[in-house]
């Protein structure tokens, strides 16, 4: 089979109606292949966890392969790179979502596994204040020797506030679309994104001439959460996209900082509402998100101490220990080099808590002890 063929079936089976990444994932599985999916007969489909008959009669339809050939051809002429979830190029932290997508479309040149990846989201109704937060947030980070990645959404207000400080202040930044790759929306913000391709990139999980509809924007802020190890709202109003972000990286078990406005600002007081429901962490300068994040704190590289001998560890478990052997580690990163899915490092991390041999950190950083 073609590797074009083989990317049409991965694009095909994202396409399928009624069929979202969760019973994708779990078709994948049963039958052994994305190309086998649509080979398989429908009373097998049907057998299949989640599926039913009305699913397992689209899949056996296999009309959307004629237009996952057709956005094949696209993404080839477009030079765009497919990240499926199986791949090894998939982003890591994304991955470890249970509802992340099966696909995504990426043009650019970011590290979407930067050690260090922040969202930054908020009203569209930008305030002065709000615009005078997102710059002085990031020409902070920018003074620092570690390298970080922001991520928005490229929308008016405070997500392409974000995006035009890390132009300026020379900060990797991508941009999360709700739509394809082929369209800008806003067309206004064309040339931020365009720039943006030079020192960062553009992300869709959607394909080439997608409508512009509300609910794409809001299927797409779980990218824009689950691609970073931290989401920060600037400024929102008491309902809005960025809370919806917010409320996403906190069922990720991500960490959420907001910064505190006048009870008095129409747009800050979606910020105090979460501050005060303890949904997200009261930052007001990139310092108080360094030091929540564990990120002002040198690595130790220091030889570990010999755990004891009389504590029995499975196998999993001692690889984790091994690791750390070599020094403190985040969690994203115990997760990249165990090869291991985030839901069973977490598991192992506070068994191995439990037994006394690690401590966690702030910022969802682990020591031996």
Known sequence: MEISDNL???IAISLIPGIGSVTARSLIAYVGSVEGVFQEKEKNLMKIPGVGEVNAQRVVRQDVLERAKREVDFIQKNKIQTLFYL??????????CSDSPIILFYKGNANLNERRIISVVGT????????EICDELIRNFSEKSYRILVVSGLAYGIDVQAHKACLKYNIPTVGVFAHGLDNIYPQLHAPVAAKM??????ISDFISETKIDRQNFLRRNRIIAGLADATIIVESAEKGGALVTADIANSYNRDVFAFPGRSSDLYSRGCNKIIKLNEATLVENQADIEKAMNWDVKISTAKAVQ?????E????????????????????EIT???KLPMSKVSALLLGLE??????SLPGKMYRLK
């Open 197 to 202: 391709l030079e020192n960062g990139g553009l």
């Open 354 to 359: 439990f037994k006394g041999l690690i401590t």
């Open 87 to 96: 791949d090894e190029n998939y982003p890591t932290r994304l991955k470890s």
């Open 8 to 10: 049409a079936h991965k």
């Open 336 to 338: 990249i080099e165990t």
């Open 124 to 131: 569209r109704n930008a305030t002065n204040y709000g615009k």
């Open 307 to 311: 755990t004891s001998l009389f504590v």
């Open 313 to 332: 560890l499975s196998p999993e478990e001692q690889k984790l220990v091994d690791l750390l052997k070599g020094g403190d580690r985040f969690v994203d």
